[in-house]
Each structure stands twice: as structure tokens, then as C-alpha cells.
């Protein structure tokens, strides 16, 4: 299928296996659609089209490593965007410490639904088409006040898309009301639960909020936790992974935990971890890692910088991002879970860069 930049956000896009390509056809893919995705925003957004011109000999490229690519960092200092004011559906903004910059990610409505659309084909691959009754545990009073509507909010409603019967476990305090929560369970005692949180306030309001306070609850069998938005805070504390994953396990019988990688600047296009905690690329996007120093891809194995690359950006230049984590690729189509693409981990931020984590974003509807 030939990709434009018109038909990388529609339908048929994505309607590809979203893990079904081989390494041959998924690099072709990916490189016919990001290099009409590169000509698309270098017509249609002219400081794109300056930066491209001045450091990438015009944005040609024969690999997917050769592709142009943009520090993540750069939305926080310019206004990038291929359509014009009045095309602008929403625009998400990523919050970080008081007077600190700002990104601006403009969508139109054509970037919005091919992002809405693939959360949803990613999300359905792991945890399959039926709506499970649905635990979010944060609090529901941004569903009351619309001006405290930020991207956790956001990222709450679009994975309530997943769910039903939904239940908020928290209140405006993080604080854990386990009597309606028990109450909740026994109503389908029988009936699998997913989970949705962030990751660092799963572990507190939830983990640690019932071990103290002697909470012994059980999930049903096949109930699974899906959370995101960042490490660092779980690094502080000396958790990692394998321990959050056992925690679940032993406190509330949680067997299936799924982590996820994303951000702002690419929404839709998300990483989710497989059975065998490793990060993987759907069909429509990908990672390089590159050496801290010169910038160069390195071998799978190596920790470097995170490329992310996704075929969903259309409406500002998104498309090939430099990201400001730190990553390692294991390796490619021989995951053990058996999905092809690569297949990778998250390792942290890089040092003496500004934290930002993908849940301290806000979305302004219309502007």
C-alpha cells in the first residue's frame, strides 16, 4: 500500500496487522510513510521546513536511520504545526516545574482520530475486544471541574474507553475508599477487573495505601492492571519492575501488568509491555537508539537516546522525535511473546536533562 500523508491517518493505514509485519516490510512501510510525512510538513510548516533544509539536506533519506529527526525538547520552544488555526481541533500541552516552557502539540481532527483509533487497536491486541468491568484508581473530580482537565485526564478517559461499570477509587486526596471498592467486587465477584493508574500513584494510593491498612482484597482471576507515566519517582524508592509486578501479585492477586511508553508528543502511538516485561513497536511505529555522543544508532544490546518514530503525526511535525530517555533494545522479531518488531526498555531520563513525565500534560479543547 502506498502511504501519503493523507492515507497514514486513515482507515486503511490502519488496518495493518498492528503487530504483523516482518522486519523487511515494516522498514519499508515506515520509510515510504515517514518520507511523505517529512515532504508533508516541510511544505505545510515552514520553520520545519528551515531546520530541515539547514542541518538535513533537505530531509532525503534511503534508511529509517537517515530520517530527520527533532529534539522532543524543541515543542517546548517553537509552535510547530502543518495546518492551518482554524484546522486545530485541541491542542495538548505538556505542564512542568512553575515557570518552566511548555510544549504545544496541535491536532487536527484527522490526527486525533487516527491516534484514538490506534490506542484502541494496540490496547484490544493485548487485552483482547471485550469491555471488562473497569477499577480507575485516581479520582473522578476532573469529570466535575473541567478546569482541572490536564493529560492525566485525558489519558483516564481514553483508556475508560476500555471499560465499563467504571469505579474511581480515590478521592481528591488520593486516599483509597476500600469499602465501596470490596463492595464493588462482591457485586460480580466472579467477573475479571481492569485496572488503570499511573504508575507512581497505583504504587501509593493503592499498594502501599493497602498494606498499610492491613487491605486484603482479591481480584478475580483474569483482572489485569494496565499504568504509565514515568519511573522516576518508583527509581527514588528503589522499585523497579519486577518488585511493582510482585506487589501487585501478593497484595491483590494481580497476575497480568501491563507498562506502557508514550508521550505527549506522539499520543496514540504507545509501547506496550508484553508478557515478558518487554516494550514493543506496533506496526505503524518504531524506535531507533542512538549513542549519547555522536548521535549514531547503536547495536541492539546498548543503552543510548530513544528515537521514537510513528506514522500518526500529521498535523504538526511529530513524526521522528529525539526523546530525552534513556533505552536499550533487545532485540527484533524474536521476542518470546512472539510478536514481531522490536522489542525494548526504558532505563530512565537522561541525566541532567528536565524531567517530564507523560501524565503532566493538559489538553486545552479548540485552541
Known amino acids: ?33 515517514l518520507q511523505s510525512l517529512t515532504l508533508h510538513h516541510h511544505t505545510h510548516c515552514p520553520p520545519y521546513a528551515a531546520m530541515i533544509d539547514a542541518l538535513w539536506n533537505e530531509g532525503r533519506a534511503d534508511t529509517l536511520e537517515r530520517l530527520p529527526w527533532l529534539p522532543v525538547r524543541l515543542f517546548k520552544e517553537l509552535d510547530l504545526k502543518s495546518v492551518p488555526d482554524e484546522q486545530v481541533l485541541r491542542t495538548l500541552i505538556s505542564s512542568g516545574t512553575t515557570g518552566a516552557a511548555v510544549s504545544r502539540i496541535f491536532l487536527d481532527a484527522d490526527t486525533a482520530r487516527a491516534q ?5 487497536r494496540i490496547f ?28 492525566r485526564a485525558a489519558g483516564i478517559l481514553g483508556f475508560s474507553n476500555f471499560g465499563r461499570d467504571h469505579l474511581y477509587l480515590l478521592d481528591e486526596q488520593l486516599r483509597p475508599d476500600w469499602e465501596l471498592l470490596e463492595q464493588w467486587l462482591t457485586s460480580s465477584p466472579n467477573e475479571p477487573v481492569l485496572l488503570f493508574g499511573f504508575t507512581f500513584i497505583v504504587w501509593q494510593s493503592f499498594v502501599q495505601a493497602a498494606q498499610r491498612d492491613g487491605i486484603s482484597l482479591q481480584f478475580p482471576s483474569g483482572s489485569m492492571l494496565v499504568h504509565g507515566g514515568g519511573w522516576k519517582k518508583m527509581d527514588e524508592q528503589k522499585v523497579d519492575n519486577a518488585a511493582y509486578k510482585s506487589a501487585l501479585s501478593s497484595t491483590f492477586g494481580i497476575e497480568r501488568v501491563h507498562n506502557y511508553y508514550g508521550m505527549v508528543e506522539q499520543v496514540g502511538s504507545i509501547f506496550f509491555e508484553c508478557e515478558h516485561g518487554h516494550l514493543h513497536a506496533p506496526a505503524y511505529a ?25 506514522l500518526l503525526p500529521g498535523s ?26 522490536k522489542h525494548f526498555g526504558v532505563l530512565g531520563r537522561i541525566k541532567n536533562v528536565e524531567v517530564r513525565g507523560c501524565s503532566d500534560t493538559r489538553t486545552v479543547p479548540g485552541t
Open 286 to 310: 518504531d524506535v531507533i537508539v542512538r549513542d549519547l555522543q555522536d548521535l549514531s544508532p547503536i547495536a541492539n544490546g546498548q543503552a543510548g537516546a530513544i528515537q521514537v518514530l510513528s
Open 124 to 151: 484490544s491486541h493485548f487485552a483482547g475486544n471485550r469491555r471488562m468491568r473497569m477499577l480507575v484508581i485516581d479520582d473522578d473530580s476532573f469529570l466535575r471541574d473541567r478546569s482541572r482537565f490536564n493529560a
Open 116 to 120: 484514538t483509533r490506534a490506542l484502541t
Open 1 to 33: 500500500m502506498k502511504v501519503t500523508p493523507e492515507t497514514s491517518l486513515s482507515a486503511a493505514a490502519l488496518d495493518v496487522d498492528v503487530f504483523g509485519l516482518d522486519r523487511a516490510t515494516k522498514r519499508q512501510w515506515l520509510l515510504q510513510g
Open 316 to 341: 504538526y511535525p511529530g513524526h521522528s522525535l529525539l526523546t530525552e530517555d534513556l533505552g536499550v533494545i533487545h532485540g527484533e522479531d524474536d521476542c518470546a511473546c512472539g510478536r514481531p518488531g
